[in-house]
């Protein structure tokens, strides 16, 4: 009898679990990401899930963990900066809400180490090694904050309490995004140039 009770009990992992959040952000959004709705969806009781995940917060920078993609897929052929926010942006925009996400885990300090990784790498040819951190954490701010804005005002959009054009409003932040980061980056050279005098 134990045995029959067992086999009709889903089993999940974290994997599993992960995924089917990634999975329910894309659907619902994150609003609608709960702990009693993932284990709904994986039929279990939300009480299933801890022992897999401590809470919602950890499952958020496991999610985080899979929207940023690893420092080598970041980095790619280009070592720039430039293009390594690009693609972060890229990823981040990928995934319905995917900015809130991975912006929360981030300013509590539990995740986008691989973006962080990336930048410094990507920087280590211009900025000096002690300056690399902040110098990547203001570009990866600067992401965050640009695609977190899109993102909402696509959501109120949704919702009917924006109006206007999804396109144009994608159009008008990926101009912003391209000035914003080339200033940016150009401040970041400057630096660096009276460094080197």
Excluded: C
Aim: aromatic share 4%.
């Amino acid at each position: 009898m134990a045995t029959e009770r067992n086999s009709r009990t889903p089993r999940v992992d974290r994997g599993t679990i992960v995924d089917t959040a990634l999975r329910l952000l894309d659907e619902v959004g994150l609003a609608d990401v709960s702990m009693r709705r993932l284990g709904s969806e994986l039929g279990v009781q939300p009480s299933a899930l801890y022992w897999h995940i401590a809470n919602k917060q950890e499952l958020l920078a496991a999610v985080a963990d899979r929207i940023v993609p690893a420092a080598p897929v970041l980095l790619g052929e280009d070592l720039s900066p430039g293009a390594v926010a690009r693609r972060l942006r890229t990823a981040l925009l990928a995934h319905r809400d995917g900015a809130e996400v991975v912006l929360s885990t981030y300013a509590l300090s539990l995740g986008t180490s691989p973006a962080a990784a990336a930048l410094q790498a990507a920087l280590r040819p211009a900025v000096a090694a002690e300056l690399r951190p902040t110098v990547a954490a203001a570009i990866l701010q600067f992401v965050l904050g640009n695609a977190s804005v899109l993102q909402q005002r696509l959501t109120a959009l949704r919702f009917g309490a924006l109006t206007g054009d999804a396109h144009a409003m994608t159009s008008a932040s990926d101009d912003e995004f391209t000035v914003g980061l080339d200033a940016l980056l150009a401040g970041v050279a400057h630096r660096a140039s009276e460094q080197t005098h």
